[in-house]
């Protein structure tokens, strides 16, 4: 059986959940505080359409966008991005605005065709539950999709299981589908076990906010 793999880098500045919503897909919890001092890459092996696939997803641990070509480097390496805002926080949505154009910038280059691409990137404002003190209407979010051509979801780590679940098997599927044979770059260093994950959830906490 040919194994895929997949790769899907999961981008935003710092808080708007990333960690969060990786953590819950992957072990069905929420934790509300993480050490994420430094960026990994968690790795899944999942059956989509009784296909085998090997996920590798990437957790940058971000510092504001500083590096352009850190970012640069994660957009050449993934298959899939999951580009994450707060719905609370405009800030966050300027920065997912500009993550989200240099995606389309830079793949545009290399896609056969303009739709290959619309697939593959998903915006998510994620924090729903926070939405009575909410900074990005829901139909900024959906301009913004349909502008760059992303799909678009809100959502909430902290209180939705299955809509995260439903979001991340979607990406995975439509990056199984584009199927493009990469060029394997550099990738993102650092990679973590379930087991690593696992600590670095339970075993560490951060400063809260
Ligand atoms: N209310 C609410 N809080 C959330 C949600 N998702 C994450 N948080 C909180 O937001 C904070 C940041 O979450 P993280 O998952 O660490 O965010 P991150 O994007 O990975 O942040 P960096 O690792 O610093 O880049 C934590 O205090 C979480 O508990 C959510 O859906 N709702």
Redesign the pocket.
Known sequence: MIMNDIKLAVM?T????????IVRFLTRRFI???A?STECIYRKRMSIDGRQLNLELY????QPCEGKSNLNEQIHWADGFVV?YDISDRSSFLTATAIVHLIRETHLGVAKRDRDTDSVIFLVG?????CHVREVDREEGQRLASECRCQFYE?????HYQEVVLMFSKIVRNASLGGKAKDRRRRPSGSKSMAKLINNVFGKRRKS?
């Open positions: 935003g710092e808080g708007v959940g990333k960690s969060a919503l509300g505080e993480y994420s957790d940058p641990c971000s994450v994620n924090k729903q539950d926070l959502l909430s780590a902290a209180e906010v």
